[in-house]
């Protein structure tokens, strides 16, 4: 159900959605977001009142980083009570380690938080953009007939699907459908009506309120295996000063070498405190350490299982654990406990 009252607050980031093609060279280039319904008149057909706010610099969403999602937070928190939704405009290529950075950052919303973002630029005659934007403002402002909001979480929004945000990753640089979530069902499907799932919807704690947290360390580091990695890499990477974490990218169900150097740095790096979390290379599926030798030789050392979060989520959960003030048997705990809805514990 459309509440007519409703306000949402778009806030653009930057990225190909906000971008225009100059008519005479062709070129695209930024434009200024409070002329936004000058490319997008639809904006004005929708019955509830939008508001946007912009980054002074639109940055490509290769720029992005831990200070910038604190930006997000600060902005969301400092406008919770006066809207009833947030669509954050970003680039799709961070997009997925941006929601769910901000899936953990968010603590206990009861109001969408919609990511989207698109292909083309919205100035672009075959944009994608107007689509996902417009779709992204209605769920943000959908709720049941008692007022309250169909969406209580972090999404990401791309070609009609809802995805939990920490769920997703980027699947295709050019596709329209540029994202999937391989390891957790669409939360909605928008076509001629938007089809929501609600049982699957992450909900906040009964009588609590929302946390905003901005606190992220980010002394965090992903290691993708590759047959042939030498010993000077793995070295170099566990060697790095403050390091906390390795988010480490293993073969199939969370396999790796089982050369001797090879578990003697990973023991190494165990050893001195660095908190080692096991995903898996492939897109879908989980990580089960107890199904072949090599696995287990890693559960052993003390390698923890990211059972089947995204490389995504695994990197900002870390840099949120550790922010939080936790230590790292604290953190290795909270590893293996969903906080929301990012991974499937079987
Ligand atoms: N490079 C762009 C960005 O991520 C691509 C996009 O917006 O889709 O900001």
Not at 52 to 72: A, C, G, T, V, Y
Not at 96 to 105: I, K, Q
């Amino acid at each position: 159900m459309l509440d007519y009252n409703a306000s949402v607050l778009l806030i653009y980031t930057g990225g190909t959605i906000g971008m225009i093609e100059d008519a005479e060279t062709g070129a695209l280039k930024s434009y200024d977001f409070n002329h936004l319904k000058e490319y997008v008149p639809e904006l004005n057909r929708l019955k509830f009142n939008i508001d946007n706010i912009q980054f002074k610099e639109p940055i490509d969403s290769s720029d992005m980083n831990p200070e910038k999602w604190k930006k997000l937070v600060w902005i969301i928190e400092d406008n919770y009570n006066q809207y009833d939704g947030f669509v954050i405009l970003h680039g799709t290529d961070t997009m997925a380690y941006s929601a769910s950075a901000l899936s953990f950052m968010l603590e206990n919303i009861n109001k969408p938080v919609i990511l989207t973002g698109s292909q083309l630029p919205i100035g672009k005659i075959r944009t994608d953009g107007k689509e996902n934007l417009i779709t992204a403002l209605e769920i943000a402002v959908d709720k049941d007939p008692y007022g309250c909001a169909f969406v209580t979480e972090v999404c990401v929004f791309f070609q009609n699907l809802l995805m939990r945000g920490n769920r997703t990753t980027k699947i295709n640089a050019a596709n329209f459908r540029a994202f999937h979530s391989f390891n957790f069902p669409t939360l909605a499907e928008a076509g001629a009506y938007i089809r929501y799932q609600h049982e699957l919807m992450h909900r906040p704690l009964h009588n609590s309120t929302p946390k905003f947290h901005s606190t992220l360390d980010p002394n965090v580091a992903i290691v993708k295996l590759f047959p042939g990695i030498s010993p000077q890499i793995l070295q170099a990477m566990i060697a790095i000063p403050r390091l906390k974490a390795i988010v480490l990218e293993t073969y199939g169900a969370g396999n790796a070498p089982s050369e001797k150097w090879f578990l003697d740095i990973i023991a190494q790096a165990v050893n001195s405190g660095i908190v080692i979390v096991n995903v898996t290379q492939c897109a879908s599926g989980s990580v089960d350490m107890n199904r072949y030798q090599s696995g287990m030789a890693l559960k052993d050392i003390g390698v923890i299982s990211g059972y089947d979060i995204t490389t995504e989520a695994a990197v900002a959960k870390l840099m949120f654990l550790f922010g939080y003030g936790l230590d790292r048997k604290e953190v290795k705990m909270y590893m293996k406990i969903p906080l929301v809805g990012e991974t499937t514990i079987e």
